[in-house]
């Protein structure tokens, strides 16, 4: 089973599931589930859950894919009882998940689940779970009381311990609802973590008008994607199922390996942390895609410089990975004009991402003496960005589960030292040790994007 069927999942996992449920003895499904709205099942339905990956080259061509393997699709308001009775059939053997970074209901600056969470509040009084926790703690105690082995939850997303994570914020439910079941769940569960990366720009309707010129079929539920796929997996699932435990991954692609962290440490800071620094100084700039920042040379030369001053001394490569190449790799993924991924949606949520793509790294250069006036100024950048008007006085549409608590911050403040002040007080983003710490250079790089805007900002920068 998938929680959370978006875009991103329909290109990636269930293309690797798919793969592998081809090889011989390869019998796998996948039923997806939506924990928000009807949307995907509504689009999907009428086509038997198939749908099309569309692989868009730097060239401007394109691939077609049909992929067949999602077999129903769920809508869990409408009717999770069926959502809990389908993740308590034993023939379940993996849940994963993209429920994004909120989707967790932890704090981002902490990783402990949030007890003041108003669907964890829900989920603790009610049998019917609204959560992703919920669900995956419910199902896991109907499996317990009708003698079925766990199944492993398997996280996708960008998070730094992804599995940690998810094990901590069930465990953490399952205690306070029932502490027997918390053990069970801590020595018969696994939560392998994971680092997951394909580029996955949002479907436009006309995107689908054009590929139902292209491909001679109309698909309502068409996925964007560009050709490059990772897909790094601890290989630690339930053991009860043994060699049935998973889908052959590796057979598809996947890279199977002990200790998923350095990968993601990799993946984390290099391509989110700057695809969040382009973001927002991109927005800002007046710059609709990724692609489009970084074709301007200010930028190509901004993230260049975080790459190779501000990110890579501040971690461990994984063995056998050239960083400085992987560098080069992204910039031209980033480059890719095919790819239209706008700087506003990956912006959004900020106060969720901002920890473990931009926060983590530059706690670590500080602790190393280093510097890091790149990621200040994409701190700066954030905190203008959630101000809500760009740099010609038009609104943004901040989408952001603090939005209106980061705007009240922002506009109760006059002087650019109080908002920064004020922003840098939300405990749920920054600690309070980073927010003394990355005072002083992060007020200086607000002042230079109000004075000056985002390019000119940069250009000075370096
Ligand atoms: C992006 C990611 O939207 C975002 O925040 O940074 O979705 C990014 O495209 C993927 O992680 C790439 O693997």
Known sequence: MHLGLGAFYRAFGAVYVEDAARIPGGDWGIIGVSLQSPGTRDRLAPQDFVYTVVTQNPDGGETFRKVEIVQDVLVAPEDPEAVLSAMSDPAIRIVTLTVTEKGYCHDPATG????DHP??????????PRSAPGFLVRALERRRDAGHPPFTVLTCDNLPENGKLVRRAVL???????????????????FPSTMVDRITPATKSEDIDRLAQKIGYRDEAPVLCEPF????VEDDFVPAYGAEARPDLAAAGAEM???????ENMKLRMLNGTHSSLAYLGYLAGHETIAETVADP???????????????????????????AYADALFERYSNPSIRHRTWQIAMDGSQKL??????????NLAAGRECPGLMLAVAGWMRYVGGVDEKGQPIEVRDPLADKLRALSDAAGA??????????????????????????????YGQLSALGARKAIEDML
């Open 112 to 115: 402990a689940l949030n007890f």
């Open 172 to 190: 953490d439910l399952a205690g306070k609802l029932d502490p027997a079941l918390s053990d069970w769940i801590a020595s018969d569960g696994r």
């Open 416 to 445: 650019t030292e109080q908002k920064v002040a004020g922003l840098l007080g939300v405990r749920e983003v920054f600690s309070a040790r980073l927010a003394a710490d990355i005072s002083t250079p992060v007020t200086a790089a």
């Open 119 to 128: 669907d964890i509040i829900h989920d603790l009084e009610a049998a019917l």
């Open 355 to 364: 920890p473990q793509r931009i926060l983590a790294t530059i706690a670590d």
């Open 257 to 263: 390996v002990a200790d998923v962290t350095p990968y």
């Open 229 to 232: 796929r990772q897909w790094v």
């Open 298 to 324: 200010v930028f190509a030369g901004y993230v260049k410089r975080l790459w190779r001053d501000e990110i890579i001394p501040s971690f461990t490569a994984p063995e056998g990975v050239e960083l400085e």
